[in-house]
């Protein structure tokens, strides 16, 4: 799981700091003044917007996998390590440590998934076509939602990795366990 994580971890933030950079240079090469009703019939700014708002939503909906299928592995690797050591009348210590680590990385995971939301709803506002409006600063608001969900993601998926890493260790010594008994009582390991 290390390395499967890791690298849709990476994917992850390429995609949100992907969407903030395009978001950043919607309005590169647009000569009309936001102020000239024109400009937002301008062919290249809408492009741009729906480049950012496609790229934006697959990076939204990813990040939200890439938590999603961690909290799913550590879900599975829990009631495994339940299972076995009911089956081999192991110590209850291995659970409550996979539980602890568990429930550590809950909290950012529904930070990031919070400011996910946040950010994809900023954005909404801060489109130009949306009747919506905060006021002048909706995109100054969008952005800095948007890097600061990027910073967060960034730092809860390497909280996640270091869980995944502890994760790993307390299976490694489950299976020792479970090795060291099947061959004690003459059963096969492997």
């Known amino acids: 799981m290390k390395r499967i994580f890791l690298t849709l971890a990476i994917l992850g933030n390429i995609c949100l700091w992907t969407a903030v950079?395009?978001?950043l240079s919607i309005r590169a090469g647009i000569t009309l003044p936001a102020t000239d009703p024109?400009?937002?019939?301008?062919?290249?700014?809408?492009?741009?917007?729906?480049?950012h708002m496609l790229i934006?939503?697959?990076?939204?909906?990813?990040?939200t996998l890439?938590?999603?299928?961690?909290?799913?592995?550590?879900?599975?690797?829990?009631?495994?390590?339940?299972?076995?050591?009911?089956?081999?009348?192991?110590?209850?210590?291995?659970?409550?440590?996979?539980?602890?680590?568990?429930?550590?990385?809950?909290p950012g995971i529904v930070v990031v998934l919070l400011l996910?939301?946040?950010t994809g709803a900023f954005g909404a506002v801060a489109d130009p076509a949306t009747p919506v409006s905060l006021g002048k600063s909706d995109a100054a608001i969008h952005f800095f939602v948007a890097v600061s969900t990027a910073l967060a993601n960034l730092l809860v998926n390497g909280l996640e990795f270091i869980a995944?890493?502890?994760?790993?260790?307390?299976?490694?010594?489950?299976?020792?366990?479970v090795r060291r008994i099947r061959d004690e009582r003459g059963l096969p390991v492997e």
């Open 164 to 177: 995944v890493l502890k994760n790993a260790s307390i299976i490694e010594d489950v299976l020792r366990q």
């Open 38 to 51: 024109q400009f937002q019939l301008d062919p290249a700014y809408n492009a741009r917007i729906s480049t």
């Open 56 to 63: 934006g939503l697959g990076a939204l909906t990813f990040a």
């Open 66 to 106: 890439v938590h999603a299928i961690l909290f799913t592995y550590f879900m599975g690797t829990g009631r495994w390590i339940e299972e076995t050591s009911n089956a081999y009348g192991l110590d209850a210590a291995w659970y409550n440590s996979n539980q602890k680590v568990k429930y550590g990385v809950l």
């Open 21 to 23: 950079l395009f978001g």
């Open 116 to 118: 996910l939301i946040a």
